[in-house]
């Protein structure tokens, strides 16, 4: 190899060492472009997640505000009113927490009168933060909802355990207090534009039974004062086989004889469950489905009667209050409940659908009778609540357990459109269990421990089931 040719190889080394250097410059420029607009979408990825949980957040503040504004106008508040009442709640739900950057214009409220309906809007700005470096400040958005406040038709049954365990620790006047609550919350208030049979509350409660009062015998078919009769033998005492000292017989022969007749009275207008093919449903009383009244057997073994709630004869004096909006009758009902007897709650829950269900109508007085199942824009709802577990049926009856019998007419109730809330108040498990198998869903089975959260319970019910639906 001539000199010539180390001095070209030396040359190339040379040229190449320069491209190699030039390389890593072009290399460090391009990475240094480059993480520019990298780090711009992480930031803006960034930003847009918090903007669109704020927007979030801010919906829902935006639904509770026209819902609150649509009970007023319910209510028979103006619109100025239901304005600054929409806007209060709007702005009082958003400083409960962190909106950090986060600025909203005040609530604009439309109001159409054909539909009923109310919209209401808002616009909102999110501070941005890593979005900064790419110039973009804030990003901005729009919410909107809309909720009838046409109240629409309800039927609100309430069934109330009265049995003897709601004597203790106040738990009657904590119920009380909390179902007067529920009934204010619910019937609108004087002002109301609207009909006010729009509302109609139901009330009945129970314990080891029903009492159905003047409604007695359109269920059972028998006057509340019958009398039960036998005629037939008897095993009775006939020959003295030993005698004391005195001459008194201390055993006896006994042989039947007869025949002989038998009669026994009693006065009641108390009810057991409905029994036979019809007892799940919600089916008028008629020939084959009648409820099960009080009877008197007669034991011609010993010549003696026994009515069939001697094991138990506890049964409450409060007379079922069909549908009305009179709300003095309801709180008169209430303020008259007192606790006695043990806990029959599949009878309360089947009684909670009769006060509802149109094919009673028989049994009701005008002015109570339901609507039907397929009534437009009606709701049907019961109310259960128990602070026990299910634990009396008729006795010798070798009916099912209360258990049994409630989730069977709970699911038949479902079946019919009924929406069914349940409050069980300091209730064991086995009574928590069926109330939450009845409610229609799991948010709408409440288990309050004490007077306050049963107020609070009964609270969310009445506001839940007003008609208010959001249609954004």
Not at 209 to 236: C, L
Request: hydrophobic share 35%; net charge negative; proline share 4%.
């Amino acid at each position: 190899m001539d000199g010539t040719e180390v001095k070209m190889k030396t040359g190339q080394r040379n040229i190449f060492k320069g491209f190699a250097a030039n390389e890593s410059g072009n290399v460090a420029m391009i990475a240094a472009l480059t993480i520019i607009p990298i780090v711009t979408i992480a930031g803006f990825a960034i930003d847009f997640q918090v903007t669109t949980t704020q927007k979030a957040r801010v919906q829902q503040a935006i639904d509770s505000a026209v819902l609150a504004a649509t009970k007023s106008m319910q209510d028979g508040k103006d619109k100025a009113y239901t304005l600054k009442e929409a806007n209060d709640y709007f702005t009082g739900i958003l400083n409960q927490s962190s909106h950090s950057g986060l600025t909203c214009t005040k609530i604009d409220l439309i109001y159409i009168d054909a539909t009923e309906e109310m919209e209401g809007r808002a616009s909102c700005e999110q501070k941005t933060t890593l979005s900064q470096v790419a110039g973009i400040q804030k990003l901005e958005f729009d919410v909107a909802s809309a909720a009838t406040y046409g109240i629409g038709k309800l039927e609100i049954a309430f069934v109330f355990d009265v049995s003897g365990s709601m004597g203790s620790n106040n738990r009657m006047t904590d119920l009380k207090a909390a179902a007067r609550d529920a009934v204010d919350t619910l019937l609108p208030v004087e002002g109301y534009s609207g009909d006010p049979e729009d509302v109609r509350l139901a009330m009945v409660s129970y314990d080891t039974m029903v009492n159905a009062g003047p409604y007695f015998k359109a269920v059972t078919n028998v006057d509340p004062t019958r009398t039960y009769s036998y005629y037939g033998s008897i095993y009775q005492a006939t020959t003295c086989r030993r005698r004391n000292w005195r001459g008194q017989c201390t055993q006896w022969n006994y042989a039947w004889s007869g025949p002989h007749s038998r009669s026994h009275t009693i006065t009641s207008t108390c009810v057991w469950e409905r029994e036979g093919a019809d007892r799940y449903t919600g089916r008028g009383p008629a020939n084959n489905r009648w409820l099960t009244p009080i009877t008197a057997t007669f034991n011609n073994t010993n010549d003696s009667w026994r009515v069939d709630s001697a094991a138990n004869p506890n049964c409450n004096s409060d007379i079922p209050v069909p549908l009305t909006h009179d709300r003095e009758k309801l709180l008169d009902f209430i303020d008259g409940m007192r606790p006695v007897g043990m806990t029959a709650g599949h009878i309360g829950t089947a009684w909670g659908w009769y006060l509802v269900s149109p094919d009673f109508n028989t049994v009701w007085p005008s002015g109570s009778k339901a609507l039907p199942y397929d009534e437009p824009d009606a709701t049907k709802v019961v109310i259960m609540m128990s602070d026990g577990a299910y634990n009396q049926t008729r006795p010798g009856s070798g009916n099912p357990s209360s258990t049994t019998q409630a989730r069977a007419v709970c699911d038949q109730m479902k079946a019919n459109d009924i929406v069914i809330y349940t409050v069980a108040f300091s209730a064991p498990t086995a009574g928590q269990e069926v109330l939450a198998y009845c409610a229609t869903n799991p948010a709408f089975a409440f288990k309050p421990s004490n007077g306050q959260e049963l107020t609070e319970a009964y609270k969310s019910i009445a506001r839940s089931i007003s008609d208010l639906r959001i249609s954004r």
